[in-house]
């Protein structure tokens, strides 16, 4: 007999953080890291702080339903803001840190900012560059004051610290404590609580509305796949202006009152994580690749034995990697439990996975042999899908059933169809609200209340898999019908290959932008003793192309014929968000891509 089903409460995401601390108001909701400390707070510490941050907005001027942008790493400022604009009937809106100047104005302009949350002068000097087209912003709230006593006197109304803020709030929460009460109380769970703007791969950022309905909705599906508990640990570092670190940094653990911690910065994560030894861990592809390409080099640094150990460990746990623990016979057990304490323990501890319970990779499409790997060492890491649209994760893989290559099955609330063209459709409570002052893309997303996913799918019974986005599919000169992310993803299986960019659609045949991934390849070139000065010199080198061949040759032989690649053009910089090449959440933008590398592509064709 399996677990009950998770049920949250018919609480807005505000009223639910109020209950929590009502009813636990000494347990730890969030730890933070500074300066190698780690910080605990409360339930009672989080609703107060968020209080009083929304009360200071409110003091500053913020209007009811007002917009409030975030531009920050994960930290529990960026939660504060949100919660305590959620508390005062604000809508917070994220932006990613690492957008350039033109991006962040673009999404504040169209989101209508009144006021925005910087984490520093970096963030906010790309605010304070555009002001003169945000009309509706009027304040600047900086969490980390350093460089700011020489702006000019005409901005410094208009610029705050997070503490003064805060302190703002406080006083104000006496003479002001009854419009938190009557904002809950009259709080419907169909009001909007989120703006989040998709990565915009193929043209401007959308603003994706998300309903506190839409974020309750989406838990006990996630609750439920993931058999999370209330003593389940989180380490928040993917940014939370997107999705999928939302359900598991905000409506998750409120609903569910599991812990959250936010490291020192993104450059501290492999630390945190073996400090935090979460239980829960989610990572999008290009992680689970780059901790894949870490153990390479680990492994490759090791002397003759330990390296041959590693590859017996493989070879000995890899057959019965699809199993979950629980489900393994004695003999594979016994067999695990000796590799374990051999040489696995160490690669987990190196990673900081030894404790997780399931481990998530989601976002963009990854190869099955990456999942296999990090199943084979021991992470229970299996695949999800979701997006922006559907307020997180609608399919999962079950822990107790792994299909290699599929997405799993629908969550909990979720009901899935196919369209005659082979597009997963979706219906339930976390379709997402629509896309802010664009009724006409939501009605092209959101027919007959279907959420068109834009996925082409193949099911097997309940099982989904997952062939392509709709608009990539593409068809060859010959007419045959190729998905250039099976491609691509066959090529960065390989720890020495960053990324993979097909080129195909109505070509004679598969050819390919290959970027290098500059670590793992660096050290290869070392330990080779081939010279190299920046990532040019050593992408250019003949020594390195002939190992990108071998790779692109392992891939080839994976693959049916007509989708091997035949000829690549190796990449001499690393593809950048600033150059309008990547997304924030770094995926591909091809036809940006296709366009600067045209004399590159045509030359492969020649």
């Known amino acids: 007999m399996g677990r009950p089903s998770f049920q949250p409460e018919e609480l807005t995401l505000p009223q639910m953080l109020r209950a929590r601390a009502a009813r636990t108001p000494k347990a730890v909701a969030i730890r933070q890291k500074d300066f190698g400390i780690w910080n605990p707070y ?29 531009i920050s790493e994960n930290r529990l400022e960026w939660v504060l803001a949100q919660m305590g604009a959620g508390a005062v009937a604000a809508v917070a809106v994220g932006v990613y840190p690492t957008s350039p100047a033109p991006e962040v104005s673009y999404v504040l302009g169209h989101a209508d900012v009144e006021l925005v949350f910087c984490e520093d002068q970096e963030q906010a000097e790309k605010v304070i560059d555009s002001l003169p087209a945000l009309p509706a912003l009027r304040h600047i709230v900086v969490m980390e004051t350093k460089g700011f006593r020489n702006y000019p006197a005409s901005l410094r109304d208009r610029i705050h610290s997070f503490t003064e803020l805060e302190a703002l709030g406080r006083q104000h929460a006496q003479a002001a404590a009854s419009l938190i009460h009557d904002v809950l109380a009259r709080q419907q769970l169909d009001d909007i609580g989120l703006m989040i703007y998709t990565s915009g791969s193929t043209g401007k950022p959308k603003g994706a509305m998300i309903s506190y309905r839409n974020m309750r909705a989406i838990v006990p599906g996630i609750v439920d796949r993931l058999q999370l508990e209330a003593d389940s640990k989180h380490l928040s570092y993917l940014p939370l202006c997107h999705v999928a670190e939302q359900m598991l940094t905000t409506f998750v653990p409120i609903y569910l009152g599991s812990q959250i911690n936010f ?26 690749e780059k901790l894949h390409a870490a153990i390479t080099i680990k492994m490759q640094e090791s002397h003759a034995p330990m390296q041959a150990l590693y590859r017996h460990a493989l070879a000995a746990c890899g057959p019965f990697a699809h199993k979950h623990a629980g489900e393994r016979s004695l003999r594979e057990r016994l067999i695990y439990r000796f590799w374990y304490w051999l040489i696995l323990r160490a690669l987990l501890n190196f990673i900081g996975l030894r404790h997780a319970r399931v481990a998530l990779t989601g976002a963009a499409p990854i190869s099955p042999n990456v999942i296999r790997y990090f199943r ?3 992470v229970p890491l299996i695949e999800v899908y979701g997006l922006t649209e559907s307020t997180g994760m609608i399919l999962g893989q079950p822990l107790n059933d792994i299909r290699w290559g599929s997405v799993g099955t629908p969550t909990t609330g979720a009901t899935c169809a196919v369209s005659e063209t082979g597009e997963l459709l979706l219906r339930g409570e976390m379709v997402f609200a629509g896309y802010y002052k664009s009724p006409e893309q939501t009605s092209e997303v959101i027919q007959d209340g279907w959420l068109h996913t834009g996925d082409v799918v193949r099911q097997e019974g309940e099982t989904v898999y997952i062939v392509d986005r709709l608009k990539d599919v593409m068809i060859t000169a010959g007419g045959k019908n190729l998905t250039p992310s099976e491609i691509e993803n066959a090529v960065k299986d390989s720890p020495y290959i960053k990324e993979c960019i097909v080129v195909a659609d109505r070509r004679k ?22 010279a190299f000065t920046h990532f040019r010199s050593l992408a250019e080198n003949p020594k390195v192309r002939e190992l990108v061949e071998a790779e692109v040759g392992k891939a080839n032989s994976q693959l049916a014929d007509v ?18 090449e990547v997304t924030a959440t770094m995926k591909v933008r091809r036809a940006s891509i296709y366009k600067m590398y045209g004399s590159e592509i045509e030359a492969l064709y020649a």
């Open 509 to 530: 045949f598969v050819s390919a932008l290959i970027q290098i991934d500059f670590e793992t390849v660096s050290k290869w070139a070392e330990s080779r003793g081939i």
């Open 42 to 70: 409360t339930w009672e510490d989080y609703w107060q702080r968020a209080c009083h941050v929304g009360l200071g907005m409110r003091a500053l001027g913020l209007a009811e339903a007002g917009h409030v942008g975030i």
């Open 263 to 288: 490291g020192e910065s993104l450059r501290t994560v492999q630390e945190d994580l073996r400090e935090v030894a979460p239980t829960l861990f989610l990572g999008v592809p290009r992680i689970w």
């Open 376 to 378: 084979t060492l021991g």
């Open 563 to 580: 989708a091997r690649i035949r000829r690549f053009h190796l990449l001499t910089k690393e593809l950048d968000h600033d150059d309008g």
